[in-house]
C-alpha cells in the first residue's frame, strides 16, 4: 500500500504530541525573577523532549525516504513507536515538575529507550515489507550504543538522577542529523 496515508498519520501524531507538551508548560506564577527560575527546570525538560520528538520526526521521514510500499505489519510498528512517543508529555511533565528525582527520569529513560526500539522495529519491518536491501538496523554501532546509553540512564536514575538527565542530552546530541546510509533509530 501506499505510504503517504502513513507519513500523513504520523505527522498528525507527532503534532498533537508536540501541542499536548507546550499545553503543560507551566508559567511563572508571579512576575519576578525567581518565580521564573522556579519553572526553568520544566521548560528545560520540554526544550529536550521537543527536540526528541524532533529528531523522531526527522529520522522517520529519512526512513520513509528509502521504501516505496507499505504493508499492514509496518502500519502496526509505525503505531507502536506512536504509542511510545505519545507517552513523552507526560513524563516530560512528571520529569520537569521533579528534575532531580529518581523515579520521574528513569520512566522519561524508560520511555525513550522503548520509542528506540519501537523505531528499530519499524525500521525492520519496512526494510522486509519493502523488499529493500536496508542493513539490519540494529547492526548500526550508533544503535547499540544509543540502546546502551539510555539503558545505563535508567540504571543510573536511582543514584544520580543529574546523571542520567546528562545522558539524555548526549543522546539527543548524538541523533541531531538523521544517517541517510542506512535505517538507525535515535
Known sequence: MNKARL???????IAVIITIMVLELEP?????????????????????SFLYVGIYWVN????????????WAVLWANLHLL?????????????????????????????LLLCSLSFLLLSWRLGASDGAA???????????????????????????????????VVLAAMWLAPDRTAPHTP
Open 28 to 48: 511563572p506564577h508571579g512576575t519576578t525573577l525567581a518565580d521564573v527560575a522556579g519553572v526553568i527546570p520544566g521548560w528545560l525538560r520540554y526544550a529536550l
Open 83 to 111: 504509542f511510545w512517543m505519545s507517552l513523552i508529555p507526560f513524563v516530560t511533565a512528571w520529569a520537569g515538575e521533579h528534575p532531580m528525582a529518581p523515579a520521574p527520569v528513569a520512566l522519561y529513560g524508560v520511555v
Open 134 to 168: 536496508h542493513a539490519p538496523a540494529w547492526h548500526a554501532r550508533k544503535n547499540q550504543v544509543s540502546v546502551g546509553l539510555y539503558a545505563l540512564a535508567i540504571a543510573v536514575s536511582p543514584w544520580s538522577a543529574p546523571l542520567a538527565a546528562v545522558l539524555h
Open 7 to 13: 507519513e500523513a498519520f504520523s505527522d498528525g501524531v
Open 60 to 71: 522517520h521521514h529519512a526512513l520513509l525516504e528509502r521504501v516505496g510500499r507499505v504493508d
